[in-house]
């Protein structure tokens, strides 16, 4: 499976951006994925986790991210979103997209996007 991240770039604060992320590969293994998940690193501190969704549509965020940001998905597409409302400087970090295969538990990773908020 091969993930393919976009949307990123230099936003204001308070302003919005979309990011995406599709899932490439063969059917069986596309359908394999359970959950996909957005992580960021900011410079100097560790990979930290966004917001997750499942395949059935429950969702997870990180309390500094809840009510800005929704992580949401088309499974039809097999392509994960989160739309990132209000963004602070604290924001800016580089996004990374993750799928996890529930079979043979394993997970996947896309290339970084960076987000950058300038104050």
């Known amino acids: 499976v091969q993930l393919q991240a976009s949307g990123g770039g230099l936003v204001q604060a308070g302003g919005s951006l979309r990011l995406s992320c599709a899932a490439f590969g063969s059917a069986f293994s596309i359908n394999n994925i359970n959950t996909m998940a957005w992580y960021r690193q900011a410079p100097g501190k560790q990979r930290e986790l966004v917001a997750g969704i499942t395949s059935d549509g429950r969702t997870n965020y990180a309390d500094s991210v809840k009510g800005r940001f929704t992580i949401s998905r088309d499974n039809a597409k097999n392509t994960v979103y989160l739309q990132m409302n209000n963004l602070k400087p604290e924001d800016t970090a580089v996004f990374y997209c993750?799928?996890?295969?529930?079979?043979?538990?394993?997970?996947?990773w896309g290339k970084g996007t960076q987000v950058t908020v300038s104050s």
């Open positions: 993750k799928a996890f295969d529930k079979t043979i538990l394993m997970d996947y």
